[in-house]
């Protein structure tokens, strides 16, 4: 029997009283303890019908149990779908149905408005609050502490997270075991991380970074992580002498600073700090290694690769650059219109090929066959230069898209949601520099007839989208810039708008 992400990541722990988990109230979880949670778990899914290869959907709240979840799902061979917190009863219906779940996660208090939807998608519905509370937990508590593990290769889906689409339909990228497995392997050598390791987590268990990148290299390395349920600056300040290693988003590094408490005694012990999901600032660089004397080292990544680069643990890591390729992972950088890759130094579209790289789009052929090249490129959307050095600096992206505080905005979900709306003629969303978010979404409205009741359009985004997604203003202006194709310029929007949020108040 084969289960190549249990195997590596699970097993070596059974019986272990090692720490894995810290709480925020010095709490302490043993990973034989979580791993016992986790059989008990993997009963419930079992007992609920679940056979491998079926979809579990998740939306609750962070917390061990939330953890064990994930870890149940490696065990039975169910495919994990964790969805944002912030997501509203319309954005759920369609991961839910798009997917066919089979059973749905919620939190207690959440159930009575997910209900019906649930139903609708044809899914059962179970709760798990963050206190261990819900039907869930109630169905474990009385289950075995030991499971049958199920057999299942590298190539077998371990995970399907939802990525926005420029056409504004959400994709679900298709992760297998081998994809996680191999890229917790790369970079818990890469970044030297070791049983002692204790790794501030502060990121949300829903993306990526949270979920694979930070769980999957303590997992792989058998460290134990400080796990909070959400970042807040005071929690982080009073964590960090405890551990030795953090993760964040550019903002988690610009609110520390921000604190008058952060200095270098409270980092001294501290071995690395990594950032990622979004462009860190050299200036926030530059002032983090002023302030601590530790040099943050940033990688980069996306949902349906991983982490395809990083800057090096021993060597230069360089401000405003993402380093290298990971071993094993090739990358490319090619011209957008022919694929063919730039002269070096040149700026050009990111192709990633190795075994980080996604099985495809759930689903979606079409979608797949676009962004999949046959030789096994994933073309990322991304734009960047590398170095004489083969240090990768991403300067752009060729895809509309804003990241705000780490979170994805797709421009084209709003605008179609704004250009269905009595008194507007047409809409852009943009991506405008926001000092706390690193970038802001801002609507700029073309009005018709009466012009567009902005109270009424928030309050059906309140309703409807996830409240990170919301632009932070709106604008209505008389009509929206075009080139000579008729396309709209929303780099001049870009250029006009920038300050934006950011401007002195006059
Ligand atoms: C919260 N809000 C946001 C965001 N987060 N609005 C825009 N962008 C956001 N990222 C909303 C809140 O609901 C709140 O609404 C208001 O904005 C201000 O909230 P605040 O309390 O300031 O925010 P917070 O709760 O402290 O959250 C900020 C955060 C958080 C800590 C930066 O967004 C976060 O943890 N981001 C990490 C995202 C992440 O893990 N990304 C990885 C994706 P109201 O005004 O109504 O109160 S994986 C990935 O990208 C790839 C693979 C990779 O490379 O890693
Ligand atoms: P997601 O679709 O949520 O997986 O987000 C992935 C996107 O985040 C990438 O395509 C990049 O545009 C961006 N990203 C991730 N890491 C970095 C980084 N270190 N610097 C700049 N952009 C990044």
Known sequence: MAN???????????????????????????????????????????????????????QIEKSPEALAVYAACALTGTVFLPLNTAYAPAELSYFL???????????PKNYSALKAITQTAGA?????????????????????????IAQRSSRDLAALLYTSGTTGRSKGAMLSQGNLLSNAEALTELWQFTAHDTLLHALPIFHTHGLFVATN??????????????????????????????????????????????????TEHMRLFISGSAPMLSETHAMFTKKTGHKVLERYGMTETNMSTSNPYFGERRAGSVGFPL???????????????????????????????????????????????????????DLARMDEDGYVTIVGRSKDLIISGGFNIYP??????????????????????????????????????????????????????????????FIVIDELPRNAMGKVQKNVLRETYANWFNSDPV
């Open 327 to 381: 071993p094993g992972i090739d990358l490319k950088i090619t011209d957008p219109d022919t694929g063919i890759v730039v002269p070096q130094g040149g700026i050009g579209e990111i192709e990633v090929r190795g075994a980080n790289v996604f099985q495809g789009y759930w689903n979606m052929p079409k979608k797949t066959a676009e962004e999949l090249r046959t030789d096994g490129f994933f073309i990322t959307g």
């Open 97 to 107: 149905n798009d997917s066919s779940a089979r059973l749905f996660l919620c939190d």
């Open 412 to 473: 084209k979900e709003l605008e179609m949601i704004l250009n269905d709306q009595t008194g507007v003629l047409e809409s852009a969303v943009i991506a405008v520099s926001h000092a706390d978010m690193g970038e802001a979404a801002l609507a700029i409205l073309v009005g018709k007839g009466a012009g567009p009741n902005i109270d009424q359009i928030q309050a059906l985004m309140k309703r409807d989208v996830a409240r990170f997604k919301h632009p932070r203003d």
């Open 4 to 58: 190549p992400l249990f195997d590596k990541l699970f097993a070596p722990h059974i019986g272990s009283t090692a720490t894995f988990l810290i709480l925020p109230n010095g709490d302490q979880i043993s990973y034989n303890s979580f791993l016992g949670q986790t059989a008990q778990y993997a009963n419930v899914i079992r007992d609920s019908g679940l056979e491998v290869g079926d979809r579990l959907a998740v």
């Open 124 to 148: 059962q519905i179970l709760t798990l609050g963050s206190n261990g509370e819900g039907s869930f937990a109630d169905a474990a508590s009385t289950k075995p502490k030991t499971c049958r």
């Open 217 to 266: 290299v303590t997992l792989s390395a058998g460290g134990a992580m400080m796990f909070l349920p959400k970042f807040d600056v005071e929690q982080m300040i009073r964590g960090l002498p405890e551990c030795t290693t953090m993760m964040g988003v550019p903002t988690f590094y610009t609110r520390l600073l921000d604190h008058q408490k952060f200095d270098k005694n409270l």
